[in-house]
């Protein structure tokens, strides 16, 4: 009984969060607000920051989240639940948070091979997971085909789904800072 309430006090709040997460500054929701972020073609492997030059100790992932950020264009969660299931701005943001997650997902892997940071790993596979079930389903222009799913069928699928990425991703952003 007690682990049913947690579990609704958890939707509850993170319902909340991602309700007052959508409103820029000055109150803007979601849809009123222009993307943030460029669209980049570049590919992943290039955008890689580059840990401290040749130092004994690789950097953390705490200490390479803002460069992360910078190189992908990241400078907010990606929160998509608020516009249309079409909209090309909202793929552009989970693609670059999927893309982010799995060049950290990569570098901790190589830089810490004996297991340290695989809490960060698993929660950046996560959103690599997610990002990619909203790419396959065709949402927010996100697939190079057309999408096979009816587009009514899309109008609600497409904003659960991102809020699946959106809320992986927090959970990544989590894991990165507890370290």
């Given amino acids: 009984m007690l682990t049913r309430r947690f579990a609704l006090a958890l939707s509850a709040a993170a319902t909340t969060l991602l309700t007052l997460s959508a409103c820029g500054d000055d109150g803007q929701t979601a849809d009123d607000r222009k993307p943030t972020r460029a669209a980049s073609s570049a590919p992943a492997e290039s955008k890689q920051p580059s840990a401290a030059a040749s130092s004994?100790?690789?950097?953390?992932?705490?200490?390479?989240?803002?460069?992360?950020?910078?190189?992908?264009g990241m400078s907010s969660s990606p929160m998509c639940s608020h516009v249309a299931w079409d909209d090309p701005g909202c793929g552009e943001d989970l693609t670059a948070a999927g893309e982010l997650a799995g060049a950290m997902a990569e570098s901790v892997k190589r830089d810490f091979p004996d297991g340290q940071y695989t809490d960060v790993e698993d929660s950046a596979g996560q959103v690599v997971k997610a990002v990619n079930t909203v790419r396959k389903l065709g949402c927010?222009?996100?697939?190079?085909?057309?999408?096979?799913?009816?587009?009514?069928?899309?109008?609600?699928?497409?904003?659960?789904?991102?809020?699946?990425?959106?809320?992986?991703?927090?959970?990544?952003?989590?894991?990165?800072?507890?370290?």
Avoid: H, Q
């Avoid at 004994?56 to 992908?72: D, G, N």
């Avoid at 996100?142 to 009816?150: A, E, Q, R, Y």
């Fill in 56 to 72: 004994a100790k690789p950097a953390t992932p705490a200490e390479l989240m803002p460069a992360y950020r910078i190189a992908y």
């Fill in 140 to 179: 927010y222009d996100m697939g190079s085909t057309p999408p096979k799913t009816d587009s009514a069928k899309l109008r609600e699928l497409c904003p659960s789904m991102s809020t699946i990425a959106s809320l992986a991703w927090l959970n990544f952003e989590t894991a990165v800072s507890d370290w």
